[in-house]
């Protein structure tokens, strides 16, 4: 975000904390929590108020975004957007007939689709340019889908408060995979398809079946939902014109259907193998992309975090217990599982990981046998993830995984990780002093 996008939060916070923070402290911490830490807006607001014991009560509302901005699954969105399009139709909902309105909505970043649940007395036209406050989303064959429910605020606008509007049409851009970025409108990419397979939903009450895997290049591999039968195979070298790209649960993804098209090139490209060990990549990077598939970092392990070690689970829904209750179940006998929580540094930025037993085992050095013995001995779980703290914290890692980016920053549920066998305790320490020293 450039400085006069920032100012105004600045001067907000700075009027929340008093005296307490110069402006230029405040942007420099606001910076922080945006650019490496990747909160939103409204969350890194409240953080560094609450941090430097201000009021946050008034960052509780929502904060108006752009369209782009916006992910599924969201309780509370405010935005301005114009009204690109708006009909009417008749659905039966818990046995009655109710009409909704439906369309799409843009801005100057990207469009999307709006549904509106409750119509009584709304007035709402194509070209009305709209405040809207309350909104929640969903996601819908692999976008995020704007919801009017019956706690929406709706104030039309002059329609001059918004600039051209981004419409995916006209020619596609031609990117590289590492290069995807939510909102781009239509693009072109080239890559290997490294796996392909079928599967059956249910779209609009008709079953339909789609094609998902993972494509890749020598910049990246990005997960793909095709909602038509291209015949893709896998092993193929194709060429996708007129895909749009959408995040998942934070992880960009490649979404394109019938309007697409699709060839299969014959030219030299790497081969499978050589782009699954694609290099890694700078945590910085993935948290401008907003997310990855398949991706690899190595850093400094800098914390082993609270819940690391031995934990005990729900046998219902596998949820961690906290003191014998799970959060949906309540009092349970419990199963035992081992697990790390970490959080690792690349000198560019910080990303929290999950790692499962079986590499926690591979990791740590001990099974899950052997922790739940050394705690009987000890009378105490914390042994295990004490003896995990010792045995990685400051060393250097390589991850492989599914990154994703939310309010709480970038996270990793790592599928593969090791411990490159070089001496790093140096390495380590210089840059733990420079991430002290940048606080």
């Known amino acids: 975000m450039e400085d006069e996008g920032l100012a105004p939060h600045v001067q907000e916070i700075s009027r929340a904390l008093g005296e307490k923070l110069s402006e230029e402290e405040i942007e420099k ?14 969350m890194a607001k409240r953080t560094i108020v609450k941090k430097h ?100 605020s709706i104030k039309k606008e002059d329609p001059s408060t918004i600039g051209d509007i981004q419409i995916a049409q006209g020619p596609p851009k031609v990117v590289t995979i590492g290069q995807l970025r939510e909102g781009m409108g239509y693009v072109e990419v080239k890559g ?15 079953a339909k079946t789609i094609f998902s895997g993972v494509v890749a290049d020598e910049t990246g591999k990005v997960q793909f939902t095709a909602w038509s039968d291209f015949r893709l195979k896998q ?43 694609s290099g890694r990549s700078m945590i910085s990077e993935l948290a401008a992309r907003g997310g990855a598939s398949d991706a690899t970092v190595e850093g400094v ?48 930025g910080a990303v929290s990981l999950v790692i499962g037993r079986e590499l926690t085992e591979r990791l740590s050095g001990t099974t899950l046998d052997e922790g739940m013995a050394k705690a009987k001995e000890a009378m105490n779980f914390d042994v295990v993830k004490d003896m995990i703290d010792e045995k990685l914290t400051l060393k250097v890692m390589s991850v492989t995984g599914n990154v994703k980016s939310d309010e709480y920053g970038l996270s990793m549920i790592v599928k593969d990780a090791e411990l490159p066998r070089r001496e790093v305790k140096q390495e380590a320490e210089k840059l733990m002093v420079e991430l002290e020293a940048s606080e």
């Open 29 to 42: 911490e606001l910076r922080k929590y945006l650019e490496v830490y990747r909160l939103s807006l409204p």
């Open 53 to 152: 014991g201000g009021d946050a009560s008034g960052f509780a509302a929502g904060f108006q975004r752009k369209l782009a901005e916006i992910r599924p699954n969201e309780p509370n969105v405010d935005f301005v957007a114009k009204i690109l399009s708006a009909n009417t139709k008749e659905i039966t909902a818990k046995g009655e007939k109710k009409t909704i309105m439906f369309g799409f909505i843009g801005d100057e970043t990207t469009t999307l689709p709006w549904t509106a649940w409750e119509t009584e007395g709304m007035e709402l036209q194509k070209g009305d340019v709209i405040s809207v406050k309350g909104a929640y989303t969903r996601e819908y064959q692999g976008r995020v889908q704007v919801n009017f429910g019956n706690r929406i």
């Open 192 to 206: 290997r398809l490294l796996s392909v397979e079928t599967r059956e939903v249910t779209a609009k009450g008709e």
């Open 235 to 277: 092993g193929d070298v194709v060429r996708i014109s007129k895909a749009t790209v959408k995040a998942w649960r934070g992880i960009p993804q490649l979404n394109f259907d019938e309007r697409a098209d699709l060839t299969v090139v014959k030219e030299k490209f790497p081969t499978a193998e050589e782009l699954q060990k």
């Open 301 to 348: 392990v800098i914390e082993v975090r609270d819940g690391s070690g031995l934990v005990m689970r729900c046998p219902e829904c596998k949820r961690a217990l906290q003191k014998g209750v799970c959060k949906v179940h309540g009092r349970v006998e419990g199963y035992p599982d081992l697990r790390i929580k970490a959080t690792l540094d690349d000198g560019s």
